[in-house]
């Protein structure tokens, strides 16, 4: 299994207790083939760098196969970049790999196993050579296991040397060929490098890539943020020296801290509160005292506007080989930020839509939220859509914190309402208000009363101008009021009357106050001969006939008239008699 699936492993026993012995648990870099090379090569006179391989026939499952080419000299297996690096925490394990060899012709002289660092090259030769069928080697990794500085009758390396090669391994190369002259060809199964330490900010992969043994921070609702999950995994069976937690590259400077609140006695912190926090072993502290601390490390920004951007927090641990493992948390420290001040904004009806934050105040956060929202969708009120009221400018993290608010009253003058036209019976008042009539600060109506209310009784377009609270509104309306007659219309025809110039009864007319739509007024003697007819209503009869003055007498009179009644035609006939008196 790869390192990662043995952090998962690991994280399973660490979960359920940390009394028991660690060496019983074993991580470990390794290759099973049992998907392909794993990068693994052969160099020396193999037929071709890159390795076979069969997904079955090893020991069990996948494994690689090299042909010798035979051109002279021993190929040998060239392990791939995950086996190299910093090795130190092997020191002490063992080398484990399975292999087989189709002939066999031992040449003592050359090295089964071979580490490299640099210059220095340590070498070691196994007690018995491979054979068709599989053969597993155990090799120890430490210095008086039998192992030769540069080549198989150098001196042995002091436990100095060998931790040193296995804190910078360059090269790690297992012997392929064991025949001399001739054609060969040899294979390779379960290559494991163990190694007794684990260091992971992020076990599971909850929040990180999967195998990533970096964290990914997804919560700034506290203001501060972890630099490692709450399932981090450190485990070493060798003594660390210290761990060193460093913010890399603060954007906002001092703004930027570390924070520890507690860490076991076994520890020594310096840098609290700084921008590199340094835990140091104070004698007797083990692993799950630096893990206990890391879990509490906080990044904190106090800075109010800080930069938006991923910050990154390196996490480093030392041991006897020096920095044997690192991680790194990527804290998305993207603030929320400002949401303005408290306010309000007052609108005319007829405005164009304008963005509300524009009245929130400087340097707010541009990607904040209204509740409740606008018509938009956006940040634009448009006040024929949206209506007034109290509207609530919310900023949040990535995260879905609220972390700022800002209440903004927005307000809207709108014109008055007079109200639809309207009929006004004759001899009837109506009264002419503005609604609502608080809303404003000033009227001013075509009449020439300044006040919210006027009572009219004549027909005629009236028009009120106002002016609304903040005085930047200015709104007119206007009704068009008409007369109408609500009852019939009383007509009054005398009986009688005196045609002698005297000014007094001296025409025949009736009396009225109506509206006529039509009239018609025919007046008959005795013999029926028609002796006057008028379609005014303010004409009268003088007596007279073809300019003659009439003896006295009694007269027929037929009054044919259409009035208004509620808007609508009345049709009436009278009709009576009169006497003319000389």
């Known amino acids: 299994m790869a390192l990662c699936s043995c952090l998962r492993n690991l994280k399973s026993f660490v979960n359920m207790t940390l009394v028991l012995v660690l060496p019983a648990i074993i991580c470990a870099q390794e290759s099973r083939f049992d998907t392909g090379d794993e990068g693994w090569r052969a160099t020396g006179d193999p037929l071709s ?11 069990p499952g996948g494994w690689v196969r090299t042909i010798d080419a035979s051109t002279g000299g021993t190929w040998q297996w060239v392990a791939p970049a995950q086996f190299l690096g910093n090795k130190c925490t092997a020191y002490g394990n063992f080398l484990r790999f399975d292999l087989t060899a189709s002939e066999v012709n031992n040449n003592p002289t ?6 490299v660092s640099g210059n220095i090259q340590l070498v070691f030769n196994t007690p018995s050579d491979p054979g068709p069928n599989w053969t597993h080697y155990d090799v120890p990794l430490r210095e008086n296991a039998g192992w030769r500085m540069g080549n198989l009758n150098g001196a042995a390396p002091s436990q100095a040397q060998f931790r040193a090669v296995l804190s910078n391994l360059t090269a790690l190369r297992i012997r392929g060929e064991y025949l001399s002259l001739g054609d060969d060809e040899g294979g390779l199964d379960n290559v494991i490098l163990e190694s ?27 203001g501060e943020s972890p630099v490692a999950d709450t399932d981090l995994l450190l485990l070493a069976e060798t003594r660390i020296d210290s761990l060193v937690v460093e913010i890399l590259n603060p954007l906002d400077g001092p703004a930027e801290s570390l924070r520890l609140p507690a860490w076991p006695p076994a520890l020594t912190v310096a840098g609290n509160g700084s921008q590199r926090l340094v835990l140091r072993n104070a004698g007797m502290a083990v692993a799950t005292d630096f893990q206990a601390a890391l879990l509490l490390v906080r990044y904190r920004n106090t800075l109010q506007n800080a930069t938006r951007a991923v910050r990154i927090v390196d996490n480093r641990v030392y041991t006897f080989c020096g920095e044997t493992a690192r991680a790194r948390a990527f804290v998305p420290w993207f603030p929320a930020g400002f949401a303005g001040t408290d306010g309000s904004v007052n609108f005319c009806a007829y405005d164009a839509a304008q963005d509300l934050r524009d009245f929130l105040g400087p340097d707010i956060s541009s990607d904040g939220r209204w509740s409740p929202p606008l018509v938009s969708g956006n940040s634009s009120f448009f006040p024929e859509n949206d209506t007034a009221g109290n509207y609530l400018y919310i900023v949040e993290s990535p995260a879905g914190c609220v972390s700022d608010t800002a209440s903004l009253r927005v307000q809207v003058a709108y014109p008055p309402e007079l109200g639809p036209d309207a009929l006004l019976c004759r001899d009837s008042t109506l009264l002419l208000a503005v609604q609502p009539a608080g809303a404003y600060i000033a009227w001013r109506w075509n009449t020439g009363p300044n006040r919210p209310e006027i009572t009219v009784s004549g027909a005629g377009t009236y028009v009120v101008t106002v002016t609304a609270q903040d005085g930047n509104c200015v709104f007119s309306d206007s009704v068009r009021v008409d007369l109408i007659t609500c009852s019939e219309c009383p007509v009054y025809v005398p009986n009688v009357f005196s045609p002698n110039d005297d000014g007094r009864n001296d025409r025949f007319q009736p009396f009225h106050h109506c509206v006529f739509r039509q009239y018609r007024l025919n007046i008959f003697d005795r013999w029926g001969n028609q002796v006057f007819a008028s379609k005014s209503p303010e004409a009268g009869w003088d007596g007279r006939f073809r300019g003659k003055e009439l003896p006295p007498g009694v007269f027929v009179w037929i009054l044919e008239m259409e009035t208004e009644f509620f808007g609508e035609g009345l049709k009436r006939r009278l009709f009576g008699n009169v006497t003319l008196v000389r």
């Open 196 to 222: 007794i330490f684990a260091f992971d900010l992020d076990a599971n992969d909850s929040t990180t890539p999967t195998g990533s043994v970096d964290f990914q921070s997804d919560s700034l609702c506290s």
């Open 110 to 115: 050359r090295p089964d196993v071979t580490l």
């Open 49 to 59: 760098a890159v390795p076979a391989w069969f997904p079955t026939g090893g020991n």
